[in-house]
């Protein structure tokens, strides 16, 4: 009884200490897919159909570009690769079709790739 109740206690301390560090205001109004890389934070807008750079200190805008995507299928998810130097994005049709599609850090399109029945 002794351990539960110091495992209780010990649990609850932990999760307190939990915080906030940080807020930044979203660059657009429908965020739909986070990432982290190169030092800075990366964001996906699914309804203007925009990546964002964004400084991970105060939120600032670094750069942005918009994304090539027919306009049946919506961004739903963001990765950083720094290995092949690219920026991948999921998107879903009104289906249930996957597709990734790649982007250089700038914005060029080097392709896509069909998944989950696409």
Do not use: Q
Request: proline share 3%; glycine share 14%; with cysteine.
């Amino acid at each position: 009884m002794r351990r539960t109740a110091l495992l209780l206690v010990a649990v609850t301390a932990l999760a307190a200490a939990k915080s906030i560090v940080l807020t930044l205001d979203a660059p657009d109004g429908s965020i739909s897919g986070l990432a982290w890389g190169g030092g800075n934070l990366w964001a996906v807008d699914e309804v203007s159909d925009t990546v964002y750079e964004l400084d991970p200190n105060s939120g600032t805008v670094l750069s942005s570009f918009g994304l090539t995507n027919p306009a049946y299928i919506f961004p739903t998810g963001l990765a950083y690769s720094e290995t092949y130097s690219m920026i991948l994005v999921g998107f879903w049709d009104s289906g249930t079709n996957g597709y990734v599609y790649k982007y250089s850090f700038t914005g060029g399109f080097l392709g896509s790739v069909t998944m989950c029945g696409g």
